[in-house]
């Protein structure tokens, strides 16, 4: 029996998370912890089940987190990434091992300076393990297992909404919204011969055609996680170029400046009422690796992609189980040592491929691999 916290877990990601553990092993035992009593008191009344319980959490206080987590065996972290090092910190104290989905960059780097302490106490930290972060690095290296030499590594993700087209302006956000805000307005990261180089925010347009249904749709380079990791990797591999783009529509970028520069908060977008329609959407994330396979002179490229449907049952957006199974299915591989590796890691150092694929598949996801 193993028994997970998931911090944050009565919101958009942590109840998809809770449902999948739920769902997935019927010896899972889940704690929905978060800082809104009532919203985690509602979330695990509607599990109906003694395997389900709920307590107050407060990530900004490291010290109370502590009895939290007491006894647990993994817990999953879905709040802001600017509480990462606070949960850790708790989970180095409690001895439990962490996962969480991103630092944005920035505080990713900060993460992995705890490798040591982690290593020291013997428990295992996974660091962004969403979809993007997360299963994007682990097909990253999927993907170039077989290259000798890796030259670059170009990360999309695309979506399209199934549902009648809203209008823009109505600006309904497809995940957190102050993450697509500090995602459009902070300078991204790209990895470029041999350095980190930031570009401006909102930069790199491209259109790309991610297939039937979804079709060309526009992708923009943002911050994200991979961009921090992803170079150590494949340092020995010759890495020369690395970035990350996704999709948004540049109507709804538009007026999401437009109101910016009126002076609208962040808490004035989270006010915003949410879609009514049950989610009906699809998204491909997808990771194109170019480098020399081996006794090979000419450069070769393979691409790698998750396909993933919403799921009206569980109200759950195609972004939302991307990203929250991930989560769910390495916390489980951490109760049970499929993972076993004391210390902070990136998911390419530690995640197993293709256990993970099995996983995603019983999910409903396809994985695919193919040459460009």
């Known amino acids: ?20 553990l739920f769902e997935s092993n019927p010896n899972n035992r889940i704690t929905i912890a978060d800082f809104n009593q009532d919203a985690a008191r509602a979330a695990a009344e509607r599990r109906r089940s003694r395997r389900v319980t709920w307590c107050r959490a407060d990530a900004r206080t490291p010290g109370s987190l502590r009895e939290v987590l007491s006894g647990a065996s993994v817990v999953i972290n879905c709040t802001r990434h600017k509480l990462n090092l606070n ?83 109505e600006l309904a956000f497809p995940y957190s919204a102050e993450t697509i805000i500090e995602e459009l307005t902070l300078p991204p990261w790209k990895w470029s011969r041999g350095q980190f180089v930031k570009t401006p925010p909102r930069s790199g347009w491209e259109r790309i055609d991610f297939g039937p249904p979804v ?34 529509d540049r109507g709804f970028v538009r007026e999401l400046m ?16 949410a879609p009514r329609d049950a989610p009906n959407d699809y998204e491909v994330a997808r990771v194109i ?13 393979i691409t790698m992609e998750c396909h993933a449907r919403s799921k009206p049952a569980w109200r759950a957006s195609s972004g939302d189980l991307d990203t929250a199974c ?41 994985i695919s691999t193919s040459p460009w």
């Open 258 to 273: 437009r109101r910016l520069r009126q002076g609208w908060t962040v808490r004035d977008f989270q006010a915003l009422p």
């Open 326 to 366: 991930p989560a769910s299915i390495v916390a489980q591989m951490l109760a049970c040592r499929a993972i076993d590796c004391p210390g902070v890691w990136a998911p390419e150092d530690v995640v197993p491929a293709e256990p993970l694929f099995a996983q995603l598949r019983r999910r409903g996801m396809a």
């Open 1 to 20: 029996m193993s028994r997970f916290v998931v911090l944050g877990g009565a919101g958009a990601i942590g109840r998809i998370i809770v449902r999948d």
């Open 289 to 301: 690796v170019r480098g020399r396979l081996p006794g090979k002179r000419r450069a070769s490229t």
């Open 87 to 169: 949960v850790m910190e708790a989970a180095l104290q409690a001895r439990v091992h962490y996962v969480d989905l991103g630092g944005l960059f920035t505080w990713t780097r900060r993460q992995l300076r705890l490798r040591r302490g982690f290593a020291d106490r013997g428990v295992t930290a996974v660091l962004g393990m969403g979809c993007a972060p997360g299963l994007s690095n682990v097909m990253a290296a999927a993907a170039a297992a077989a290259f000798e030499r890796v030259d670059s590594v170009r990360i999309r993700v695309g979506g399209i909404d199934l549902n009648a087209a809203r209008n823009t302006a």
């Open 215 to 248: 079709g060309a749709v526009w992708v923009v380079m943002t911050r994200h996680s991979e961009i921090a990791t992803l170079p150590a990797y494949f340092r020995s591999r010759g890495l020369r170029y690395l970035d990350f783009k996704v999709a948004f």
